[in-house]
């Protein structure tokens, strides 16, 4: 056990009320997502279920053994949202962030800043999966470069990336359009509507990707679907080496 971690999220402060809102979230999105996620994500939802279940809001520290364990990856727990060079040194270290605290019962409809079932549900399985692993920390890599060169513009490309895949992104999967990014996967809501669009989706192009912003506070009008993510990291290694 890391004791820093259990320092942090102070398991034993939580409700129970805040334990069954937790219940209640991740049972009707594992219900939803059933037929439209990506098997990457179904996959690794399943094999994080020894430390990410419906029972309780997860303990952090059981969930950094799983995943240390299978890609060497880590959690860091923060209060809220940091600054985005602090975030690219953190994944350049092989750590994703995640908050502790959770919704209440009235907002499990939508809520405007991430909270631990986003962070987790949505981001933590993933990171379980070696090709996305290995993306993210590259992604990491280059961001924390480019940052400590204050090199504000090609940091923005990045984050656009990150929107269009890590968070909204759909993937191909045996010819099918696929459910694939953590703001979709932890929103009921957004699911059914990203889903709705499945067939209206945009082909993943990293130029055209990282040269199109977007907006935190509405549901998306529109995604993109990427093919491979191996793919995905040459690409971002090619711009890099372009860019930088
Ligand atoms: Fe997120």
């Known amino acids: 056990m890391d004791n820093d971690l259990e320092k942090a999220q102070d398991f034993n402060s939580y409700t129970s009320a805040q334990h069954s809102t937790w219940n209640f979230l991740y049972e009707r999105q594992k219900a939803n997502l059933q037929g439209k996620a990506s098997r990457l994500n179904l996959r690794t939802l399943d094999e994080m279920s020894s430390s990410l279940t419906s029972k309780t809001i997860p303990n952090v520290a059981d969930m950094v053994n799983q995943l240390s364990d299978k890609t060497g990856w880590s959690l860091e727990i923060v209060p809220g949202l940091i600054p985005p060079s602090d ?12 908050s502790t605290w959770v919704r209440r019962q009235d907002q499990v409809d939508y809520i405007e800043e991430p909270d631990m079932f986003h962070d987790t549900f949505g981001h933590v399985p993933p990171l379980m999966d070696c090709d996305f692993a290995s993306f993210m920390h590259r992604f990491g890599e280059v961001g ?9 513009h090609q940091v923005t490309m990045l984050q656009r990336l990150y929107w269009f895949f890590v968070e909204f992104g759909f993937i191909r999967e045996e010819g099918e359009a696929k459910l694939f990014g953590a703001g979709i996967m932890s929103s009921f809501g957004e699911t059914k509507h990203a889903w709705d669009l499945r067939d209206n989706l945009k082909v993943f192009d990293l130029e055209e990707v990282m040269a199109t912003p977007f907006r935190t506070d509405v549901i998306q009008d529109f995604y993109f679907i990427l093919n491979d993510i191996p793919q995905l990291e040459q690409d971002l290694n090619s711009w890099f080496e372009k860019t930088y």
């Open 87 to 98: 975030f690219f040194r953190l994944l350049s270290q092989k750590k994703f962030c995640t």
């Open 144 to 152: 924390a470069a480019l940052s400590a060169d204050g090199r504000d």
